[in-house]
């Protein structure tokens, strides 16, 4: 995707302290998201390989986006899809052994403002943006580590 002022790339690492094929189930499960990660308002499937989501983080709006399964390989631990919508490109999770039980967290996205909120404001409020979406980010590195935690407990 050529770079604009409306493209914006992000990647977030997690250290998480659960087996990858735990965290990896989890970040499987997209419809659960909501359960956990309170930014991510609204999951529906659609079949068996896409879905819509709704996202809506400190900044008063909501992003609305059609996710298509791009990859899903569970011994390599990487979940990719493409969405369109407000947003348009891309988003990856990798799972990786850290230490002896825990897991590194590799989020990463790339995508092109559709909104045409977004795109009138993707110059001038775009540290706002980076911002919003850093924290959107910890609170789901939050989010997950407590849904892990609480399904760990009831094994």
């Given amino acids: 995707m050529?770079?604009?002022r409306h493209t914006f790339r992000f990647r977030s690492?997690?250290?998480?302290?659960?087996?990858?094929?735990a965290v990896y189930?989890?970040?499987e499960a997209v419809e659960s998201y909501p359960a956990w990660w309170p930014?991510?308002?609204?999951?529906?499937?659609?079949?068996?390989t896409s879905g819509t989501a709704r996202f809506r983080s400190l900044l008063p709006y909501d992003l609305t986006v059609t996710a298509r399964e791009r990859r899903r390989d569970p011994a390599a631990r990487i979940?990719?899809?493409t969405?369109?919508?407000d947003l348009e490109g891309w988003v990856r999770w990798t799972v990786q052994p850290?230490?002896?039980?825990?897991?590194?967290?590799?989020f990463e996205q790339e995508?092109?403002?559709?909104?045409?909120?977004?795109?009138?404001?993707?110059?001038?409020?775009?540290?706002?943006?980076?911002?919003?979406?850093?924290?959107?980010?910890?609170?789901g590195r939050r989010g997950l580590r407590a849904h892990l935690e609480r399904r760990a407990g009831e094994i």
């Fill in 111 to 139: 995508v092109e403002a559709r909104s045409p909120l977004m795109r009138r404001l993707a110059l001038p409020a775009r540290p706002l943006f980076v911002a919003n979406h850093a924290w959107m980010m910890r609170a």
């Fill in 25 to 27: 189930a989890a970040l």
């Fill in 79 to 81: 979940l990719e899809i």
């Fill in 2 to 4: 050529p770079r604009s």
């Fill in 39 to 48: 930014q991510v308002r609204d999951v529906h499937t659609l079949d068996g």
């Fill in 83 to 85: 969405m369109t919508g």
């Fill in 13 to 21: 690492d997690w250290t998480l302290p659960a087996p990858p094929d």
């Fill in 98 to 106: 850290h230490g002896a039980t825990g897991s590194h967290v590799r």
